[in-house]
């Protein structure tokens, strides 16, 4: 797929981006034998999208709703490293979405 021109290389990034992006890409290679989001249909992948939110919900938990300013954690550290993890599912199903929105667009572009 061609990249459109707005994020055509090099493209600095922030920090941020950089280890959210890095996280992403660690939980892409533990899933890279299987088939993946990478040409699914954008419902498909929006759904697993919500489903990934969800995850990260039930990790929260009674956490979420109890939330009351510092009465908020401390979690188990497996549940902060699940909670990392989950995070990262949740930017690799939005950026498959992305990515299908933008072959759909070129392809509307060209008519
Ligand atoms: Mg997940």
New binding site residues.
């Given amino acids: 797929m061609k990249i459109p021109p707005e994020f055509e290389l090099p493209v600095s990034v922030r920090v941020d981006v950089h280890q959210f992006s890095s996280m992403m890409e660690i939980e892409l290679k533990k899933n890279d034998h299987k088939r993946g989001y990478k040409d699914g249909h954008p419902l498909v992948v929006f759904a697993k999208l919500i489903d990934?939110i969800g995850?990260i919900g039930n990790i929260l938990g009674d956490q979420f709703y109890a939330w009351e300013g510092d009465k908020y954690g401390p979690f188990k550290k497996s549940d902060y490293d699940e909670i990392i993890?989950?995070c990262a599912?949740v930017g690799n199903l939005a950026m498959f979405l992305m990515l299908s929105f933008f072959e759909q667009r070129a392809k509307a572009m060209r008519g």
């Fill in positions: 990934e995850e993890r989950e599912d």
